[in-house]
């Protein structure tokens, strides 16, 4: 095979020495980097700009959607492998809409990870066989993805959604603002908004938006 640069970004290290063990044996493949959170993953992705980036979505400080869509932003041409313990429609959904171009379970990495990296490289799609199947019953109909008030998920921003994850980890306004290189008062009046915007009066609230909306995983 020709030669084939890989990013791997997971936060348990088990599965990245795991996952490199199994591409490394492929002839030319070579793993340029591995990380350990969202945000290292769009900066490492965009500065060594491999030929296949492959993103766990559960990451501290920046998932894996929203790693992809900055990285495909900035990189467009870039292809990415989204690998997850959980399937769901929504999530099904949320991934295609990013641009990643295959969505692999952890479950099925070993028997599959070759066959998926090989299809992204040439840009074609992959999805494990029961997510295959979840496209076929018909769950991936594009209707907008609803949080529990019923209001559209994409009436945050980016950075909107960032701040909502580092909260809902646990971070405080401080943590948030030294995170995305914000002053303490800008984090405090993105947090307001946010918590205005979505109507949520309480952390606990906002922790459950962001699971429902699968930006934290619980």
């Known amino acids: 095979m020709a030669n084939l640069s890989i990013l791997i970004a997971d936060d ?3 599965v990245r020495k795991g996952l490199c063990s199994i591409l490394v044996e492929q002839p030319g493949w070579q793993v340029v980097a591995e990380v350990a959170d969202g945000r290292d993953a769009v900066e490492k992705s965009l500065a060594l700009k491999p030929d296949v980036t492959i993103l766990d979505i559960s990451m501290p400080h920046l998932n894996g959607l929203e790693a992809t869509r900055q990285i495909l932003k900035k990189n467009p041409d870039c292809k990415i492998l989204i690998l997850t313990m959980h399937q769901s429609d929504s999530l099904i959904r949320e991934v295609l809409d990013a641009g990643a171009r295959g969505y692999l379970l952890k479950s099925d990495a070993s028997r599959d990870l070759v066959a998926a990296v090989d299809a992204v490289r040439r840009g074609k799609t992959f999805f494990t066989a029961r997510v295959a199947q979840m496209v076929l019953d018909g769950y991936l109909d594009r209707k907008p993805v609803l949080h529990s008030t019923g209001t559209r998920k994409s ?3 980016g950075r909107q959604r960032e701040i909502v994850q580092l909260l809902a980890e646990g971070k ?3 943590e ?3 995170a995305l290189n914000l002053s303490v008062k800008t984090a405090e009046t993105h947090r307001a908004n946010i918590m205005r915007r979505l109507d949520l009066h309480s952390i ?4 459950l938006y962001a699971v429902r909306n699968n930006i934290i995983q619980a």
Not at 204 to 207: A, G, K, N, Q, R
């Open 176 to 178: 948030v603002a030294v």
């Open 155 to 157: 009436i945050l921003t």
């Open 172 to 174: 405080s306004s401080k």
């Open 12 to 14: 348990h290290e088990v």
């Open 204 to 207: 606990s609230e906002l922790v």
